[in-house]
């Protein structure tokens, strides 16, 4: 039963995953034909136009991108806030403040260093080896 309904399963998927794509496509991303051209492809040719719009709308430049050097983000991120994931070792104000602390913690403990100690013997009393 499973297995007779698994194709009808994947070509409805594959549809309704299509027609969502192409609503939440930009419309500067969108390739020659409008967003409502597009979706009347795929619903009108559904097979053919889903497939046809996944090879047309190819891989996303930017949108799905998790790197600082495209606009656009992830994409789902409001203009202006950080669209890419920052680690504590990329954030300047992180590793400013790191070293701050360093040299905080450096004037209030010095390193102290220790002169080399003499070992006593078994036959010295402790204190008789300073006479």
């Known amino acids: 039963m499973l297995l007779t309904a698994l194709p009808a399963l994947l070509y409805?998927?594959?549809i309704v995953y299509s027609?969502?794509?192409a609503l939440q496509t930009p419309a500067e991303e969108l390739y020659r034909l409008t967003?409502?051209?597009w979706i009347?492809?795929?619903l009108v040719i559904p097979l053919f136009g889903a497939v046809l719009w996944l090879l047309a709308s190819g891989p996303r430049?930017?949108?799905h991108e998790h790197a600082p050097g495209h606009p656009a983000g992830t994409g789902w991120a409001a203009q202006g806030m950080t669209q890419y994931p920052v680690g504590p070792d990329d954030d300047p104000e992180f590793i400013a403040g790191?070293?701050?602390a360093q040299?905080?913690?450096t004037l209030t403990q010095p390193d102290e260093q220790p002169g080399p100690e003499k070992k006593q013997t078994s036959d010295e009393e402790p204190g008789e080896s300073e006479k």
Do not use: C
């Open 12 to 14: 409805i998927g594959l």
């Open 103 to 105: 040299r905080k913690r």
């Open 35 to 37: 967003r409502g051209q």
């Open 40 to 42: 009347a492809v795929i």
């Open 98 to 100: 790191l070293g701050r």
């Open 19 to 21: 027609v969502f794509d």
């Open 61 to 63: 430049r930017g949108r």
